[in-house]
T-cell receptor, first 111, second 114 residues
Framework: GQQVMQIPQYQHVQEGEDFTTYCNSSTTLSNIQWYKQRPGGHPVFLIQLVKSGEVKKQKRLTFQFGEAKKNSSLHITATQTTDVGTYFCAGLRDYGQNFVFGPGTRLSVLP | NAGVTQTPKFQVLKTGQSMTLQCAQD?????MSWYRQDPGMGLRLIHY???????DQGEVPNGYNVSRSTTEDFPLRLLSAAPSQTSVYFC?????????????FGQGTRLTVV
């Protein structure tokens, strides 16, 4: 079946440093979504990518969809303590019935 | 708007007990789903529904039942709780039946089976 992997599993950064998490699928995806979950909270939708090579920005967050539509990345510039949480990617394959979530990357930001 | 509401927030069950986790949404979303979240495993789909009267199995359906008698409600039933069902459960809904929309998650139910 479809598998979605994320690396790293954990990342500790100093406030102000950059952070990147990578999402890789075993199958080609029709679209990919990113979610953020604060500690003790629930996942909250960040963005959806649909086109090959697509790049979208949200303030300090940059999302990219790979040319082959099998991988994606989330890059945060100059992290802040408010960025703390777990970031999940969720991929939908062509003709898929449901999104498959990756295991997430937990980000800690040290002030 | 309340969005997606889950009850209870916390629950402790004894092995073999049954219970229903409630989920309600007030956004008139057709698509609803249940996930369980375990450490290091992300969110795994248990069951989903694309509309009232329609349900289907997800990745990990064993030990769980669902029904969808109304658009608003999508309860998840544990028939005979087992320690392996200790987890955090999230209900989510999406607009329409297409999957190119964002998922709205409830606050979660933390379930412990002893």
């Amino acid at each position: 079946g479809q598998q979605v992997m994320q690396i790293p599993q954990y990342q500790h950064v100093q406030e102000g440093e950059d952070f990147t998490t990578y999402c890789n699928s075993s199958t080609t995806l029709s679209n990919i979504q990113w979610y953020k979950q604060r500690p003790g909270g629930h996942p909250v939708f960040l963005i959806q990518l649909v086109k090959s090579g697509e790049v979208k920005k949200q303030k300090r967050l940059t999302f990219q969809f790979g040319e082959a539509k099998k991988n994606s990345s989330l890059h945060i510039t100059a992290t802040q303590t408010t960025d703390v949480g777990t970031y999940f990617c969720a991929g939908l394959r062509d003709y898929g019935q449901n999104f498959v979530f990756g295991p997430g990357t937990r980000l800690s930001v040290l002030p | 708007n309340a969005g997606v509401t889950q009850t209870p927030k916390f629950q402790v069950l004894k092995t073999g007990q049954s219970m229903t986790l409630q989920c309600a949404q007030d956004m008139n979303h057709e698509y609803m789903s249940w996930y369980r979240q375990d450490p290091g495993m992300g969110l795994r789909l248990i069951h989903y529904s694309v509309g009232a009267g329609i349900t289907d199995q997800g990745e990990v359906p064993n030990g769980y039942n669902v029904s969808r008698s109304t658009t608003e409600d999508f309860p998840l039933r544990l028939l005979s709780a087992a320690p392996s069902q200790t987890s955090v459960y999230f209900c989510a809904s999406r607009q329409g039946r297409a999957l190119n929309t964002e998922a709205f998650f409830g606050q979660g139910t933390r379930l412990t089976v002893v």
